[in-house]
């Protein structure tokens, strides 16, 4: 079964600065996507970033950008110039390509942005 | 566009009584729908799928239902609420047949267990 990991349950950045979240996975699949949700206090689920496993180039959505390892099975975040509303939990999130489609979630890691 | 709706927002409900949570869609055909779960501080369990009407998948065995009676129509439904069952519900739904695009989700219904 395919697991997400979270290994960050709280992170904190300087507004402004550059931030990186780290997220892992375990897949015997070759064809997969990946994803980053992001949910603020008002708890909708916002998708930030995703990527092809079959791209061997990272995905990068204006500020956030990835680091696809996909060798090592790692899919990072990295949110620059950070402002105080990307304050919320991110959420890593893996999808089969084929087959029902459901998404696998990691735990989150919840992003502080100090003023 | 298409959007969905979820409600309601918030529900207080006591042991043992029933509970209906709806969602719908527009302005989408055939999507696929989802309800997942979130408990305090924790991620999202994926609870039902449905790529159909009337089809629905299970993934976690426990006292909830859910039905889909019409197509862009997801209910999750129980008979008698269990503590356990407090937290935060979420519906989503994504194109059918389409794996690269991404999941959009409701706003989330907010169930407390007394």
């Known amino acids: 079964a395919q697991t997400v990991t979270q290994s960050q349950p709280e992170m904190s950045v300087q507004e402004a600065e550059t931030v990186t979240l780290s997220c892992t996975y375990d897949?015997?699949?070759?064809?997969?996507?990946l994803f980053w949700y992001k949910q603020p206090p008002s708890r909708q689920m916002i998708l930030v970033i995703r990527?092809?496993?079959?791209?061997?180039q990272n995905a990068t959505e204006n500020r956030f950008s990835v680091n696809f390892q996909k060798a090592a099975k790692s899919f990072s975040l990295k949110i620059s110039d950070s402002q105080l509303g990307d304050a919320a939990m991110y959420f890593c999130a893996y999808r089969y390509n084929f087959g029902n489609e459901k998404l696998t979630f990691g735990t989150g890691t919840r992003l502080t942005i100090i003023p | 566009s298409q959007t969905i709706h979820q409600w309601p927002a918030t529900l207080v409900q006591p042991v043992g009584s029933p509970l209906s949570l709806e969602c719908t869609v527009e302005g989408t055909s055939n999507p696929n729908l989802y309800w997942y779960r979130q408990a305090a501080g924790r991620g999202l369990q994926l609870l039902f799928y449905?790529?159909?009407?009337?089809?629905i998948s299970s993934e976690v065995p426990q006292n909830l239902s859910a039905s889909r009676p019409q197509d862009r129509q997801f209910i999750l439904s129980s008979k008698k609420l269990l503590l356990s069952d407090s937290g935060f519900y979420l519906c989503?739904?994504?194109?059918?047949?389409?794996?690269?695009?991404?999941?959009?989700f409701g706003d989330g219904t907010r169930l407390s267990i007394l």
């Open positions: 989503a739904w994504s194109v059918s047949d389409s794996s690269n695009q991404p999941q959009h």
């Open positions: 449905s790529v159909g009407i009337g089809q």
């Open positions: 990527q092809e496993a079959y791209k061997q």
């Open positions: 897949t015997s699949e070759s064809d997969y996507y």
